[in-house]
């Protein structure tokens, strides 16, 4: 691989996760394990993870990010929650991974593409709850406020309403792009 930056596209980047949370996995003493990791982070990932070793030393922070919402959404579910709308889903294998309640509806976010690949990969794979997969580009306002206003009328409890879920979304893209 050149010297040149090796991500090429923002999905690129759930690649390079992935390989984080399979070498956590592989570990004696994991804080979690994602059997699905190494497969979801398949052999770009791995060259990803490579050309950027200086990624290396700060991996604790992607394991940790992992380990904080997992612990998250165990106790949202615990307490009620029905619904989890996963923005920029990525490779995120949570609903195949984690003890979560059947009656779970997990709904995924994420490019046309990331979601095709992420399907093709887990094919053989049955997630513990509900899974929908949306495709649809964050960016698109319109879309997004729709799928919101959707989701918000379909869930029995839920932490934030299409407003709230909106700001979010804005003020993360914000912190972004500066």
């Known amino acids: 691989m050149s010297s040149a930056n090796p991500i090429r596209h923002i999905s690129d980047t759930a690649l390079w996760v992935a390989v984080y949370r399979a070498k956590e996995s592989e570990r004696a003493d994991a804080v979690f394990r994602d059997p699905y990791a190494r497969k979801l982070a398949g052999d770009?990932?791995?060259?990803?993870?490579?050309?950027m070793p200086f990624a290396q030393r700060h991996s604790w922070g992607y394991?940790?990010?992992?380990?904080?919402?997992?612990?998250?959404?165990?106790?949202?579910?615990?307490?009620?929650t029905d619904?989890?709308?996963?923005?920029?889903?990525?490779?995120d294998s949570r609903p195949y991974r984690m003890q979560l309640p059947a009656s779970?509806?997990?709904?995924?976010v994420d490019l046309p593409d990331m979601l095709n690949y992420k399907q093709e990969?887990?094919?053989d794979a049955c997630p513990v709850?509900?899974?929908?997969?949306?495709p649809l580009d964050l960016r698109d306002t319109a879309a997004r406020r729709a799928l919101f206003q959707r989701l918000?009328?379909?869930?029995?409890?839920?932490a934030s309403g299409e407003?709230?879920?909106d700001h979010l979304f804005r003020s993360r893209r914000r912190c972004r792009t500066g």
């Open 163 to 165: 407003r709230r879920a």
């Open 44 to 51: 770009r990932g791995m060259q990803i993870a490579a050309a």
């Open 63 to 80: 394991i940790a990010r992992t380990w904080l919402v997992d612990q998250l959404i165990e106790r949202e579910v615990q307490q009620g």
């Open 152 to 158: 918000g009328g379909e869930a029995k409890r839920g």
């Open 104 to 108: 779970l509806r997990w709904v995924e």
């Open 83 to 91: 619904m989890v709308i996963n923005l920029a889903a990525g490779l």
């Open 121 to 123: 990969v887990l094919a």
């Open 129 to 134: 709850c509900a899974v929908e997969r949306v």
